[in-house]
Nanobody
């Protein structure tokens, strides 16, 4: 499984960015996909996830500002609005095959992209 992110960059506070992830499933049935971010010195944070049925979960830190969407089987998106300096991080696309129930947990994800940097200035 290959995941490649794009769309990161630098933006001023209040601005918007749209991240994309191209996913090559290579015959795997991916049950759930997610956007995960990691700021320097901090743990990875699952901020949004979507399953194969379109059901979504959002972290409280981004709910109402970010929207996850997908075009199965190959594309995952994250529309980010009202960006704040606290959103500065490297953003990763992630996916998993397993269907056990867990919400917004980075360790549940098996497949990861290389990440794309998002920097928000005040």
């Amino acid at each position: 499984v290959k995941l490649v992110e794009s769309g990161g960059g630098s933006v001023q506070a209040g601005g918007s960015l749209n991240l994309s992830c191209i996913i090559t499933p290579s015959g795997r049935e991916l049950y759930q996909r997610a956007w995960v971010r990691q700021a320097p010195g901090k743990a990875r944070e699952v901020i949004a996830e979507i399953d194969m049925y379109g059901r979504t979960n959002y972290a409280a830190s981004v709910k109402g500002r970010f929207t996850i969407s997908q075009d199965l089987p190959n594309s995952l998106y994250l529309q980010m609005n009202s960006l704040q300096p606290g959103d500065t991080a490297k953003y990763y696309c992630a996916a998993r095959e397993s269907r056990f129930t867990v919400v917004l947990h980075a360790a549940a994800y098996t497949y990861w992209g290389q990440g794309t940097q998002v920097t928000v200035s005040s």
